[in-house]
């Protein structure tokens, strides 16, 4: 079992800390939630680890999102209007990595929770069975939540984006 | 077979098909030139989300053993909430010690042209919020004085907080109803004391705090710290030990990181534990780090950067303090150090 949970470890770490840093925003505190949900697996030995630590860390993530909001802490989500360097027409290539990465976060916040969930399972690595036992769907429904996730999440990126364009005249 | 629905062609591209349902999928796809484009769309769709989601990453730190997290206190690995959002005056009473663990308060005491407040420190873990039983608002002004005054009156009629002689020209000190846990002992009211604190015994810190949180063990790792005798203590810095007077000893331990660091943690209430690192100066002066694994240089500055540490040479030594309260409390009782 503990040679279980190190295999684990080496493998899920960083999935961990990614799905947490895009619930979190925050790369140390993501880094914190996830070996906080690994030190209590230590703890409790689940027989699924995998699926176990992600249940936990969705839920550690949560109690921080409202704790931040309680407190009225809550970091302003997007960070200031994108830089307007340069001419109009520029390549995407051009604008700042962090005005993308806000405005991917920007467009996940515009999915429902569930569709956000599954994308962020997904990318962490889980297979269908375990995303389906985690949100509560249908095995058979994830593919369809993900298909409409996906989608949405390029729809709303890219509208993000062009607002941009039409703000910068 | 009929077309393929968009859900399938995502299963499909993510190979999350059971074989048989995969064979169907191959099957319809082989002679459906509409499903191929619409697979060959839903593949574009899959490479364009997961080229979004790869915009944001964390940037990618090593793990930790695992076996060290089992040795990591809870505190360690979750961040501090933020401090309180109201600053308050906040005063430390340590007359507790010399008046019996029943008696003791947290006293505040206040500068003459000073509104003098008291603050009750809600043990509350889920709802830190700022100072919910001041009784009189931070003011300076003559209309919110007059507020407190009504306060303090009301505090007396309801909890039999001592009168206070607001007409002669006495600043009233407003005494709290202090939230009682079942972890610490009650807190009783203050006695009733006159604008100079004289009646109160022992040390009083005055100042402008923030209350981070109580009832948590102190901010930095100290369980991973070796337990050092007195003596050993003394030898080790070439020095008699600094503390903050009149205050418990829990224990003084030793920095696992072999720099000379010693740590002497003072008690002041069972949820309140003060933490004064002391060093050689002239080896605090000499530390670059050099020398050392970048591993241990990460974890200090982790260590470091989460806690509130203020800093101050006592004779040859350099003392930080740490502990859940404000920058201007601990800076009070770094003050104190002798």
Redesign the interface.
């Known amino acids: 079992m503990p040679d279980d949970l190190a295999e684990v470890y080496r493998t899920t770490y960083h999935a961990l800390v990614r799905f947490l840093y895009r619930k979190v925003w925050d790369a140390e505190r993501a880094a914190d939630l996830a070996q906080e949900a690994f030190a209590r697996a230590l703890v409790h030995r689940p027989a699924n680890a995998r699926g176990w630590l992600f249940v936990v860390a969705a839920n550690l993530a949560r109690d921080e999102g409202r704790r931040r909001l309680r407190e009225r802490r809550h970091l302003t989500l997007l960070k200031a209007e994108p830089e307007t360097t340069g001419e109009h027409g520029e390549p995407e290539e051009a604008i700042d990595l962090e005005t993308r990465r806000a405005r991917v976060r920007a467009a996940l916040e515009e999915l429902t929770p569930r569709d956000r969930e599954v994308l962020l399972l997904w990318d962490a690595g889980l297979p269908y069975e375990e995303i389906a036992a985690q949100t509560g769907l249908a095995p058979g429904a994830v593919g369809t939540t993900l298909a409409r996730a996906r989608r949405r999440l390029v729809e709303a990126y890219e509208a993000g984006s062009e607002e941009t364009h039409v703000a910068r005249g | 077979m009929s077309h393929v629905?968009?859900?399938?062609?995502?299963?499909?591209l993510?190979v999350?098909l059971p074989p048989g349902e995969r064979g169907q999928v191959d099957a319809h796809l082989a002679e459906c030139p509409a499903c191929r484009e619409r697979l060959a769309e839903?593949r574009a769709?899959?490479a364009?989300?997961?080229a979004?989601?790869a915009?944001?990453?964390?940037?990618?730190?090593s793990?930790?053993p695992?076996h060290e997290?089992?040795r990591?206190p809870?505190w360690r690995?979750?961040?501090w909430?933020?401090a309180w959002?109201a600053s308050v005056t906040l005063a430390v009473g340590l007359g507790w010690m010399l008046r019996g663990r029943e008696n003791r308060a947290l006293v505040a005491s206040a500068e003459r042209d000073t509104l003098p407040q008291m603050v009750a420190m809600d043990q509350s873990r889920e709802?830190?919020r700022p100072a919910p039983l001041v009784r009189a608002p931070a003011s300076r002004t003559v209309a919110p004085r007059q507020e407190a005054q009504g306060a303090a009156e009301r505090g007396r009629a309801d909890s039999a907080a001592p009168a206070t002689n607001a007409a002669s020209g006495v600043v009233p000190i407003v005494t709290p109803s202090i939230a009682a846990s079942d972890r610490a002992p009650a807190l009783k009211p203050a006695t009733p004391a006159p604008a100079v604190p004289t009646t109160v015994d022992g040390l009083i810190v005055t100042g402008a705090a923030q209350v981070v949180e109580r009832g948590r063990a102190a901010p930095v790792l100290s369980s991973t710290w070796p337990i050092l005798p007195h003596s050993s203590a003394t030898r080790l810095l070439g020095t008699e030990l600094v503390m903050i007077p009149g205050v418990p000893v829990k224990d003084i331990r030793m920095s696992p990181y072999a720099d000379g660091v010693v740590l002497v943690e003072q008690e002041i209430d069972s949820t309140l534990v003060i933490q004064l690192f002391q060093r050689r100066a002239d080896a605090a002066a000499a530390d670059s780090f050099a020398g050392r694994g970048y591993q241990y240089q990460r974890q200090r500055a982790a260590e470091l950067r989460r806690v509130e540490r203020l800093a101050r040479f006592v004779g040859p030594l350099r003392v930080e303090i740490a502990g859940p309260l404000g920058t201007d409390s601990l800076s009070k009782l770094l003050e104190l150090v002798k």
């Open positions: 629905d968009e859900g399938t062609l995502h299963a499909y993510d999350a839903a769709l899959i364009r989300a997961d979004l989601l915009l944001a990453l964390p940037a990618e730190r793990a930790p695992l997290l089992r990591r809870m690995r979750v961040r909430p933020i959002a709802e830190p």
